[in-house]
Protein backbone atom coordinates (compact mmCIF):
# COMPACT_ATOMS: atom_id res chain seq x y z
CA UNK A 1 0.00 0.00 0.00
CA UNK A 2 1.54 3.14 -1.28
CA UNK A 3 1.91 5.95 1.57
CA UNK A 4 -0.58 9.32 0.69
CA UNK A 5 1.33 12.91 1.43
CA UNK A 6 -1.36 15.38 1.32
CA UNK A 7 -1.95 18.84 2.98
CA UNK A 8 -5.05 20.80 4.05
CA UNK A 9 -7.82 21.55 2.12
CA UNK A 10 -8.91 24.14 -0.02
CA UNK A 11 -5.21 23.46 -1.36
CA UNK A 12 -2.79 26.26 -1.37
CA UNK A 13 0.62 26.14 -3.07
CA UNK A 14 2.79 25.22 0.27
CA UNK A 15 -0.21 22.08 0.46
CA UNK A 16 0.46 21.18 -3.04
CA UNK A 17 4.17 21.75 -3.60
CA UNK A 18 4.71 20.14 0.03
CA UNK A 19 3.34 16.44 -0.73
CA UNK A 20 4.71 16.10 -4.41
CA UNK A 21 8.02 17.01 -2.65
CA UNK A 22 8.07 14.71 0.18
CA UNK A 23 6.35 12.10 -1.86
CA UNK A 24 9.46 12.23 -4.18
CA UNK A 25 11.63 11.94 -1.43
CA UNK A 26 10.18 8.97 0.13
CA UNK A 27 10.08 7.16 -3.26
CA UNK A 28 13.23 8.02 -5.02
CA UNK A 29 15.88 8.19 -1.93
CA UNK A 30 14.11 6.29 1.21
CA UNK A 31 12.93 3.42 -1.47
CA UNK A 32 9.29 3.88 0.17
CA UNK A 33 5.47 3.70 -2.51
CA UNK A 34 4.41 6.91 -1.97
CA UNK A 35 1.59 9.52 -3.27
CA UNK A 36 1.03 13.01 -3.48
CA UNK A 37 -2.85 13.45 -3.60
CA UNK A 38 -5.20 16.32 -3.00
CA UNK A 39 -7.99 17.11 -0.39
CA UNK A 40 -9.45 19.76 -3.27
CA UNK A 41 -9.16 21.63 -5.91
CA UNK A 42 -5.58 23.92 -5.87
CA UNK A 43 -6.08 27.58 -5.58
CA UNK A 44 -4.60 29.26 -8.92
CA UNK A 45 -0.83 30.18 -7.75
CA UNK A 46 -0.45 26.09 -7.30
CA UNK A 47 -1.76 25.36 -10.56
CA UNK A 48 0.75 27.66 -12.20
CA UNK A 49 3.30 25.88 -9.97
CA UNK A 50 1.77 22.64 -11.33
CA UNK A 51 1.42 24.40 -15.30
CA UNK A 52 4.92 25.97 -15.04
CA UNK A 53 7.06 23.01 -14.21
CA UNK A 54 4.46 20.41 -16.01
CA UNK A 55 3.65 18.31 -13.03
CA UNK A 56 1.01 16.32 -13.22
CA UNK A 57 -1.93 17.14 -10.77
CA UNK A 58 -2.40 15.11 -7.93
CA UNK A 59 -5.15 13.28 -7.47
CA UNK A 60 -8.36 14.59 -5.43
CA UNK A 61 -9.20 12.61 -2.53
CA UNK A 62 -12.38 12.72 -0.55
CA UNK A 63 -11.07 11.07 2.31
CA UNK A 64 -9.27 7.88 3.60
CA UNK A 65 -10.03 4.68 4.48
CA UNK A 66 -9.07 2.53 7.98
CA UNK A 67 -5.66 1.82 8.17
CA UNK A 68 -4.60 3.61 5.03
CA UNK A 69 -0.81 4.50 5.79
CA UNK A 70 -0.19 8.73 5.22
CA UNK A 71 1.78 11.39 6.15
CA UNK A 72 0.27 14.60 6.94
CA UNK A 73 2.03 18.20 5.99
CA UNK A 74 1.00 21.84 6.22
CA UNK A 75 -1.53 21.29 8.90
CA UNK A 76 -1.82 19.13 12.35
CA UNK A 77 -5.96 19.99 12.67
CA UNK A 78 -8.20 17.64 11.99
CA UNK A 79 -10.70 19.71 10.97
CA UNK A 80 -8.60 20.62 8.39
CA UNK A 81 -8.08 16.81 7.10
CA UNK A 82 -10.51 14.05 5.90
CA UNK A 83 -13.42 13.41 7.95
CA UNK A 84 -12.02 9.49 8.89
CA UNK A 85 -7.91 10.61 9.76
CA UNK A 86 -8.06 8.97 12.90
CA UNK A 87 -8.81 5.58 11.30
CA UNK A 88 -5.63 6.40 8.82
CA UNK A 89 -2.02 5.24 9.93
CA UNK A 90 -0.82 8.56 10.28
CA UNK A 91 2.88 7.93 9.92
CA UNK A 92 4.35 11.30 10.24
CA UNK A 93 3.36 15.19 10.85
CA UNK A 94 5.61 17.97 9.13
CA UNK A 95 3.82 21.32 10.10
CA UNK A 96 4.78 24.82 10.58
CA UNK A 97 1.92 25.91 12.58
CA UNK A 98 1.01 25.62 15.93
CA UNK A 99 0.30 22.39 17.97
CA UNK A 100 -3.66 22.20 17.50
CA UNK A 101 -4.20 18.42 19.02
CA UNK A 102 -7.08 16.13 18.56
CA UNK A 103 -5.20 14.06 16.25
CA UNK A 104 -4.91 9.73 17.15
CA UNK A 105 -2.44 7.51 16.17
CA UNK A 106 -1.81 4.05 15.61
CA UNK A 107 1.35 4.21 17.26
CA UNK A 108 4.64 6.49 17.45
CA UNK A 109 5.33 8.80 15.04
CA UNK A 110 7.45 11.51 13.71
CA UNK A 111 6.16 14.58 14.12
CA UNK A 112 8.41 17.61 12.71
CA UNK A 113 6.72 20.76 13.54
CA UNK A 114 9.29 24.18 13.17
CA UNK A 115 8.47 27.87 13.68
CA UNK A 116 9.67 28.64 9.81
CA UNK A 117 7.49 30.30 7.69
CA UNK A 118 6.63 27.20 5.15
CA UNK A 119 6.57 23.13 4.84
CA UNK A 120 9.03 23.30 2.12
CA UNK A 121 11.69 24.45 4.04
CA UNK A 122 11.14 22.29 7.17
CA UNK A 123 11.62 19.59 4.40
CA UNK A 124 14.53 20.24 2.93
CA UNK A 125 15.98 20.47 6.96
CA UNK A 126 14.83 16.85 7.32
CA UNK A 127 16.38 16.05 3.61
CA UNK A 128 19.87 17.25 4.80
CA UNK A 129 22.31 16.45 2.51
CA UNK A 130 19.66 14.27 0.11
CA UNK A 131 18.64 17.15 -1.26
CA UNK A 132 21.18 18.12 -3.09
CA UNK A 133 19.80 15.36 -5.21
CA UNK A 134 16.77 16.83 -6.05
CA UNK A 135 15.66 17.57 -9.60
CA UNK A 136 15.17 21.03 -11.12
CA UNK A 137 11.58 20.67 -11.14
CA UNK A 138 11.66 19.66 -6.75
CA UNK A 139 13.72 22.53 -6.11
CA UNK A 140 11.49 24.72 -7.95
CA UNK A 141 8.10 23.10 -6.12
CA UNK A 142 10.31 23.86 -3.21
CA UNK A 143 11.15 27.81 -4.70
CA UNK A 144 7.58 28.46 -5.51
CA UNK A 145 6.12 27.11 -1.25
CA UNK A 146 8.77 29.56 0.20
CA UNK A 147 8.32 32.28 -1.95
CA UNK A 148 4.07 31.87 -1.59
CA UNK A 149 4.28 31.55 1.88
CA UNK A 150 6.43 34.36 2.49
CA UNK A 151 4.69 36.70 0.21
CA UNK A 152 7.78 36.80 -1.23
CA UNK A 153 9.53 37.83 1.98
CA UNK A 154 7.02 40.23 2.86
CA UNK A 155 5.33 38.31 5.35
CA UNK A 156 5.97 38.56 8.88
CA UNK A 157 6.30 35.12 9.36
CA UNK A 158 9.56 34.86 6.89
CA UNK A 159 13.06 34.02 8.76
CA UNK A 160 16.41 34.29 7.77
CA UNK A 161 16.57 30.81 7.28
CA UNK A 162 13.78 30.50 4.91
CA UNK A 163 15.04 33.41 2.77
CA UNK A 164 18.58 31.76 2.70
CA UNK A 165 17.18 28.57 1.53
CA UNK A 166 14.81 30.38 -1.40
CA UNK A 167 17.92 32.14 -2.76
CA UNK A 168 20.04 28.77 -3.05
CA UNK A 169 17.27 27.51 -4.64
CA UNK A 170 17.11 30.15 -6.95
CA UNK A 171 20.40 30.52 -7.51
CA UNK A 172 20.83 26.51 -8.60
CA UNK A 173 17.88 26.98 -11.05
CA UNK A 174 18.92 30.39 -12.20
CA UNK A 175 15.81 32.38 -11.60
CA UNK A 176 15.41 35.84 -10.53
CA UNK A 177 13.16 36.07 -7.10
CA UNK A 178 11.37 39.24 -7.85
CA UNK A 179 10.53 38.15 -11.77
CA UNK A 180 9.53 34.85 -10.47
CA UNK A 181 7.57 36.27 -7.52
CA UNK A 182 5.73 38.15 -10.05
CA UNK A 183 4.66 36.05 -12.23
CA UNK A 184 3.31 33.82 -9.53
CA UNK A 185 1.64 36.47 -7.84
CA UNK A 186 -0.06 37.17 -11.16
CA UNK A 187 -1.26 33.83 -11.07
CA UNK A 188 -2.71 34.30 -8.00
CA UNK A 189 -4.30 37.51 -8.15
CA UNK A 190 -6.40 36.19 -11.53
CA UNK A 191 -9.63 34.73 -9.59
CA UNK A 192 -12.06 36.10 -12.39
CA UNK A 193 -13.18 32.49 -13.18
CA UNK A 194 -14.03 31.84 -9.53
CA UNK A 195 -17.73 32.22 -8.24
CA UNK A 196 -18.18 34.48 -4.57
CA UNK A 197 -18.15 31.27 -2.65
CA UNK A 198 -15.51 30.10 -4.25
CA UNK A 199 -13.36 32.97 -3.82
CA UNK A 200 -14.56 33.08 0.07
CA UNK A 201 -13.57 29.20 0.52
CA UNK A 202 -10.41 28.86 -1.57
CA UNK A 203 -7.57 29.95 1.45
CA UNK A 204 -9.83 29.66 4.42
CA UNK A 205 -9.71 28.41 8.11
CA UNK A 206 -12.46 28.12 10.51
CA UNK A 207 -11.79 29.88 13.97
CA UNK A 208 -13.90 30.24 16.70
CA UNK A 209 -13.07 33.26 19.07
CA UNK A 210 -15.98 34.68 21.98
CA UNK A 211 -18.58 32.39 20.88
CA UNK A 212 -18.67 32.68 17.55
CA UNK A 213 -17.36 30.31 14.71
CA UNK A 214 -15.67 31.94 11.75
CA UNK A 215 -14.42 31.45 8.81
CA UNK A 216 -11.30 33.26 8.21
CA UNK A 217 -11.06 33.80 4.23
CA UNK A 218 -7.92 35.50 2.93
CA UNK A 219 -6.89 36.87 -0.86
CA UNK A 220 -3.38 37.38 -1.78
CA UNK A 221 -3.32 39.63 -4.36
CA UNK A 222 -1.12 42.43 -6.19
CA UNK A 223 -4.31 43.27 -7.60
CA UNK A 224 -7.10 44.03 -5.34
CA UNK A 225 -9.50 46.16 -6.88
CA UNK A 226 -10.43 43.05 -8.89
CA UNK A 227 -11.59 41.57 -5.32
CA UNK A 228 -12.70 44.38 -3.70
CA UNK A 229 -15.34 45.78 -7.13
CA UNK A 230 -16.69 42.26 -6.81
CA UNK A 231 -17.28 43.73 -2.79
CA UNK A 232 -21.12 44.00 -2.27
CA UNK A 233 -22.30 40.52 -3.72
CA UNK A 234 -19.18 39.16 -1.81
CA UNK A 235 -21.05 40.40 1.34
CA UNK A 236 -24.30 39.26 -0.14
CA UNK A 237 -22.55 35.84 -0.64
CA UNK A 238 -20.82 35.20 2.90
CA UNK A 239 -24.67 34.62 4.57
CA UNK A 240 -25.28 31.43 2.25
CA UNK A 241 -21.54 30.25 2.72
CA UNK A 242 -21.48 30.69 6.54
CA UNK A 243 -24.99 28.97 6.91
CA UNK A 244 -23.96 26.29 4.49
CA UNK A 245 -20.77 25.82 6.41
CA UNK A 246 -22.22 26.00 9.62
CA UNK A 247 -20.04 29.24 10.54
CA UNK A 248 -21.40 32.58 12.06
CA UNK A 249 -19.76 34.58 9.86
CA UNK A 250 -17.30 34.78 7.24
CA UNK A 251 -14.45 37.05 7.65
CA UNK A 252 -12.24 38.49 4.27
CA UNK A 253 -9.27 39.76 4.15
CA UNK A 254 -7.72 41.09 1.14
CA UNK A 255 -4.37 40.94 1.20
CA UNK A 256 -2.33 43.53 -0.89
CA UNK A 257 1.12 42.27 -1.42
CA UNK A 258 3.07 45.19 -2.68
CA UNK A 259 1.45 47.74 -0.37
CA UNK A 260 2.00 45.55 2.67
CA UNK A 261 -1.63 45.91 3.79
CA UNK A 262 -5.28 43.90 4.21
CA UNK A 263 -8.83 44.77 3.64
CA UNK A 264 -11.34 43.40 5.82
CA UNK A 265 -15.08 43.90 4.27
CA UNK A 266 -17.43 44.52 7.06
CA UNK A 267 -21.15 43.41 6.13
CA UNK A 268 -22.30 44.05 9.41
CA UNK A 269 -21.97 44.93 13.45
CA UNK A 270 -20.50 41.87 14.51
CA UNK A 271 -17.89 41.83 11.90
CA UNK A 272 -17.47 46.46 12.72
CA UNK A 273 -17.39 45.34 16.52
CA UNK A 274 -14.51 42.68 15.61
CA UNK A 275 -12.48 44.41 13.60
CA UNK A 276 -12.27 47.58 16.48
CA UNK A 277 -11.87 45.02 19.41
CA UNK A 278 -8.85 42.81 17.11
CA UNK A 279 -7.15 45.14 15.28
CA UNK A 280 -8.05 48.79 16.99
CA UNK A 281 -9.32 49.78 13.60
CA UNK A 282 -11.97 53.20 13.52
CA UNK A 283 -14.42 51.57 11.56
CA UNK A 284 -17.00 53.69 8.90
CA UNK A 285 -18.71 51.81 5.92
CA UNK A 286 -18.79 48.19 4.83
CA UNK A 287 -15.06 47.65 4.76
CA UNK A 288 -11.95 48.82 6.86
CA UNK A 289 -7.90 48.90 5.54
CA UNK A 290 -5.22 47.28 8.24
CA UNK A 291 -2.12 49.09 7.53
CA UNK A 292 1.03 45.77 8.12
CA UNK A 293 -1.38 42.91 7.96
CA UNK A 294 -0.25 40.73 5.94
CA UNK A 295 0.19 36.96 7.62
CA UNK A 296 -3.38 35.34 9.07
CA UNK A 297 -1.58 32.65 10.95
CA UNK A 298 0.99 35.77 12.85
CA UNK A 299 -1.56 38.53 12.75
CA UNK A 300 -4.89 37.47 12.42
CA UNK A 301 -5.91 34.58 13.92
CA UNK A 302 -3.99 35.64 17.21
CA UNK A 303 -5.81 38.97 17.54
CA UNK A 304 -8.76 37.78 16.62
CA UNK A 305 -11.14 39.08 19.79
CA UNK A 306 -14.81 40.19 20.42
Known sequence: MSTLVFGHKSPDTDSTGSPILWAWYLNEIK?????AVLLGEPNTEAAFLLNKWDLPKPRIIADVEDGQSCVVVDTNNPAELPANINGADVRAIIDHHKLVG????????????????????????????????????????????????????????????????????????GLSIPDYAAEMFAAKSDVSAFSDAELLRMDSKEYAVGGKKFRVSVLETTAPAIVLDRKASLMDSMTTVAAEDGVDQVLLFVVDILNEEATLLVPNDLVKALAEKSFGASVSGDAVVLPGIMSRKKQIIPNLAL
Not at 116 to 143: E, F, H
Not at 157 to 166: F, N, P
Request: one cysteine or more; a negative charge; charged letters at 20%.
Open 102 to 173: GLETKGPIDITIRPLACTATVMLDLMGNDAAQMPDWAKATALTCILSDTLEFRSPTTTAHDRAVAERLAADL
Open 31 to 35: GQSAE
